[in-house]
């Protein structure tokens, strides 16, 4: 028997952003399992950004798979400027606490140099229940990304903009790619955290499904054949989150500076909100079959803002930023009602001075030193 799945519709399209950051030592610019300390300076010197269970509290900084890692998020958000303003928060009450312990916060996707087999995993079943099932490739996951929430009315509305929103996933994904090295060498990537999310099973680009009772069938056969217990688990790159309401854009790279994560979250908000407001007014919104997809997300991971995409069905293609010029410029007036034109500006901002995979090759390329990347994209933030 298929279990429905409720939606609970959000009568305004809220936002809500989750920011995670990788903990690297000052001194070495090397990754730091340095979780469980920050977590208990948080709950000591700021205990309502804690997370809590037995308070029925999620906090607002997270524990992920391992312990190198640390994940900021905001409450639900009108627009961009208050979920900024939130993060930035709770990041100054975070970077208080990683001084004391001699590590530092580090928002890139991948780390230049970083090995997998010194890490350690965060503590809990779900996450050793992970590790036991992805062996090898679940403990590669040393990449960092930022995740957008945002509100949806209705249903009905959540598959046809979830399949529409992938004709923009290489415009994300080029304008965020900050992972262009590992394991001490450059992988000729912009993305390569797109590469190796996509290795874990449930990960990936996201089936498109026309109608809601084929989602719930997808997840029903999940949960029969034992591939997951919870929807969470179904880690796409853009999901539905029924019990929140929204859509989850997971495609972007991890941000390194406010400016561009602000840019990237305003840029999420009013695709969704386009979208959203064109089925309104009674539009079939365009997609594109998964096998293009699938080939604009390896061409923005591979070539990030030089990738020429495939823009539609009938097969255009255009270089990213061309592409995005125009984007900018439809997006204006959805932009203005969501106050958000100032942040939205800031894609332009990234277009013109490089995104930071290009920023650090440009200082690999000066300096020959991975440790500089690191403390460039340190900097940065």
């Not at 990754?31 to 950004?49: Q, T």
């Not at 890692?69 to 990041?91: Q, Y």
């Not at 890490?119 to 960092?144: D, F, K, N, S, V």
């Not at 840029?267 to 539009?283: K, M, N, P, Q, T």
Request: glycine share 8%; aromatic share 8%.
């Amino acid at each position: 028997m298929i279990t429905p799945i409720d939606f609970v519709g959000s009568p305004v399209p809220s936002l809500g952003v989750e920011w995670e950051f990788a903990l690297t030592d000052k001194r070495t610019g090397d990754l730091s399992n340095s979780a469980a300390a920050l977590f208990e300076l948080v709950g000591d010197r700021f205990p309502l950004l804690a997370s809590d269970q037995h308070a029925g509290r999620n906090g607002k900084v997270h524990k992920e798979l391992l312990r190198n890692t640390v994940e900021l998020v905001t409450g639900i958000c009108r627009n961009t400027g208050e979920a900024v303003a939130d993060l930035s928060e709770t990041l100054g009450a975070v970077r208080e606490l990683t001084d004391e312990l001699g590590i530092d916060l580090y928002g890139a996707g991948t780390h230049p140099f970083a090995e997998w087999s010194t890490q350690l995993l965060t503590e809990g079943h779900r996450y050793a229940e992970l590790i036991e099932r992805t062996q090898w490739w679940g403990r590669q996951m040393l990449i960092w990304g930022v995740h957008v929430h945002v509100g949806i009315d209705r249903r009905d509305k959540v598959l046809p903009i979830l399949d529409s929103l992938l004709n923009y996933y290489p415009h994300l994904l080029a304008l965020s790619a900050s992972s262009p090295m590992w394991s001490g060498q450059d992988t000729s990537y912009a993305s390569n955290r797109a590469m190796m999310f996509q290795q874990l099973p449930t990960a990936g680009l996201p089936f498109q499904f026309t109608r809601w009772d084929e989602f719930e069938k997808f997840v029903s056969d999940q949960k029969t054949t034992g591939i997951i217990d919870h929807t969470n688990e179904i880690r796409w790159d853009i999901r539905p989150s029924p019990h929140l309401g929204t859509i989850e854009v997971r495609v972007c790279d991890g941000a390194t500076n406010i400016d561009e994560l602000s840019a990237l979250v305003a840029l999420i908000h009013c695709l969704v909100v386009d979208l959203s407001r064109r089925l309104d007014a009674g539009e079939e919104l365009p997609t594109m079959p998964p096998w293009l997809v699938q080939e604009n997300k390896w061409r923005a991971a591979r070539y990030g803002l030089d990738a020429i995409v495939i823009c539609n069905r009938e097969l255009d293609e255009r270089l990213v930023t061309d592409d995005l010029a125009a984007l900018l410029k439809r997006l204006e007036p959805i932009a203005d009602s969501l106050d958000c034109g100032a942040e939205l500006a800031g894609i332009s901002r990234i277009v013109d001075r490089g995104a930071s995979y290009q920023r650090q090759r440009a200082v690999f390329a000066r300096t020959g030193s991975m440790r500089e990347v690191v403390a460039s994209v340190v900097a940065e933030l």
